[in-house]
């Protein structure tokens, strides 16, 4: 185990590598759970900006970081 690494877990009392594994079994949890319902979400997206309509969205705090995914960056859905 690397100094820097083994500093990282000591400060936070979690290592990177269970981090990622708590991370990965919330997004198969999701994957799993949810599917049907991110499938309809992106159906209605996509049928409301074909349609010429607008999607607001917004955020506080952290949150507003998805907001600002879907709009403003090269990629995002700035149409």
Known sequence: MSQQREVNDALTG????RYWQEAMQTVTRLQQTQMD????AARLCA?????????HT??????????????????????
């Not at 319902?37 to 309809?40: D, M, P, S």
């Open 14 to 17: 979690v290592s990177m590598e």
């Open 37 to 40: 319902g991110l499938r309809e």
């Open 47 to 55: 049928v409301c900006l074909a349609r010429g309509g607008v999607i």
């Open 58 to 79: 917004y955020g506080t705090g952290h949150s507003r970081a998805f907001a600002m995914e879907l709009a403003g960056r090269a990629g995002g859905w700035s149409l």
